[in-house]
């Protein structure tokens, strides 16, 4: 009987072996999978990866969701939950996942073409795409093209950010470029990674 105690009280204290779910943060991180995918790996072209997105950019972007900076009325509500969770500790959860390109297809015309109109983009995206932290910039590689087409009319219709005077050069670079252009845009950097 004291050995059987005994054994019980030891399997209570040692660690199980580490899965998914013991990840910190996962709790906090679970219903942004709903719509973000598994683990922030998106399967739907209209809503971006968070999975490999480094912690200052998902915050930065928490916050201007939840002051209405940045409307949208999926995220405004998750914004406002998850800053009273507790938003370091998603963030570290979402930076921790390895990133997965979107699965959803690209026209490979439209990913040459994409190519060839990218070099103002890069000098604040990056040559290879994945982003500046000082310069603001967020990583595009492999997120679903529909999302990123979706953001940069928001920038060109002056809907994502209004008002906001740090991003008005790139929503005047946008306004400059056809919507054929931004989809060969959004083909580019989705297939980037992949
Ligand atoms: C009801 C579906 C839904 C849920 C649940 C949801 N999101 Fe979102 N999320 C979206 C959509 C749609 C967008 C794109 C909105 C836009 O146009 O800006 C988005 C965008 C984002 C972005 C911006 C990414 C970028 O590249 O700029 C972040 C960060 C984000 N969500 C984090 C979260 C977190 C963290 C949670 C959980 C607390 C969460 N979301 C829950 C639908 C959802
Ligand atoms: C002057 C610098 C600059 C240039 C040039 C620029 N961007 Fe950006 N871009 C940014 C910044 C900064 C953000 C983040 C805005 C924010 O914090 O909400 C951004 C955001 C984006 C987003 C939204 C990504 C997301 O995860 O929500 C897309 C898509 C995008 N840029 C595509 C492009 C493309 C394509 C080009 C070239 C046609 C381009 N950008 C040129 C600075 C730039």
Redesign the pocket.
Known sequence: MRALVIAAALAAAAPAAAGPIDAPGFTK?F??S???GRAGATRAD???S?AG?PAW??KK??DD?AAGR?P?P??EP??K??KTLGVDE?AGY?AAQPREASQIKVDRTAVVNGRAASATCAACHGEDGRGDAAKGT?DLTG?PPG?LL??MK?FKAEK?SPGDATLTSIKVFMKSLDDATLADLAAYYSSLGR
Request: aromatic share 16%; hydrophobic share 50%; net charge positive.
């Open positions: 991180a219903s942004c709903a719509c973000h209209a809503v971006p968070l997105m950019y998902l972007a928490i969701y940045r949208s999926e995220m998750f914004s939950m998850v998603v979402f967020p997120q999302y979706n953001q928001l994502r």
